[in-house]
T-cell receptor, first 118, second 114 residues
Framework: AQTVTQSQPEMSVQEAETVTLSCTYD???????LFWYKQPPSRQMILVIRQEAYKQQNATENRFSVNFQKAAKSFSLKISDSQLGDAAMYFC???????????????FGDGTTLTVKP | DGGITQSPKYLFRKEGQNVTLSCEQNLNHDAMYWYRQDPGQGLRLIYY???????QKGDIAEGYSVSREKKESFPLTVTSAQKNPTAFYLC?????????????FGPGTRLTVT
């Protein structure tokens, strides 16, 4: 079974600064997907960024980028120019490529609560 | 607009009562999922369904039941056998393989049992 570990329960960043959230995972599979979801106080889960394991290039979405290290099984999220609206809980998630055997289920880390200081 | 709806947003029940949480999607997704979230924790999978009239247990299915009579609907019943039912419940859906690969989530239902 896959596991996802987020070792930072809480992080804080000054507005306009950069912060990196860590995520490591354990799997024996070679093909999979990784995601970062944001859960603001409204508790709506919002996809921030996705990474396909077969792609070597790190994904980026505006101020959000990842550092995907497949060999190290590491998937960190970098938020640049942090904004007050970035304050939320962030979850790292793993999804197997093998849909038929895993039904598209995702395994989630325990989350990192990000505070943005004005 | 396509999306997932969950109702109600807040639900209160007395201990010993069964309660059903609603989840509806109009995204034409085949797969649907129920997760439980406790304070300060991640999401744990309760049940999932890949196709109508079929569903499988997730990691914490005890005390819960589901049905999938329609593609659009995947209601979750929290039974009196669930020892700690107070939690935040999230419903999600996804395509059956292929892009997009992520799950889409509803707004959640906060269940409080006293």
């Amino acid at each position: 079974a896959q596991t996802v570990t987020q070792s930072q329960p809480e992080m804080s960043v000054q507005e306009a600064e950069t912060v990196t959230l860590s995520c490591t995972y354990d799997t024996s599979e070679s093909d999979y997907y990784l995601f970062w979801y944001k859960q603001p106080p409204s508790r709506q889960m919002i996809l921030v960024i996705r990474q396909e394991a077969y792609k070597q290039q790190n994904a980026t979405e505006n101020r959000f980028s990842v550092n995907f290290q497949k060999a190290a099984k590491s998937f960190s999220l970098k938020i640049s120019d942090s904004q007050l609206g970035d304050a939320a809980m962030y979850f790292c998630a793993y999804r197997s490529y093998l849909y038929n055997t895993n039904a598209g289920k995702s395994t989630f880390g325990d989350g990192t609560t990000l505070t943005v200081k004005p | 607009d396509g999306g997932i709806t969950q109702s109600p947003k807040y639900l209160f029940r007395k201990e010993g009562q069964n309660v059903t949480l609603s989840c509806e999607q109009n995204l034409n997704h085949d797969a649907m999922y129920w997760y439980r979230q406790d304070p300060g924790q991640g999401l744990r999978l309760i049940y999932y369904s890949q196709i109508v009239n079929d569903f499988q247990k997730g990691d914490i299915a005890e005390g819960y039941s589901v049905s999938r009579e329609k593609k659009e609907s995947f209601p979750l019943t929290v039974t009196s056998a669930q020892k700690n039912p107070t939690a935040f419940y999230l419903c999600a859906s996804s395509v059956q393989g292929g892009s997009p690969y992520e799950q889409y989530f509803g707004p959640g239902t906060r269940l409080t049992v006293t």
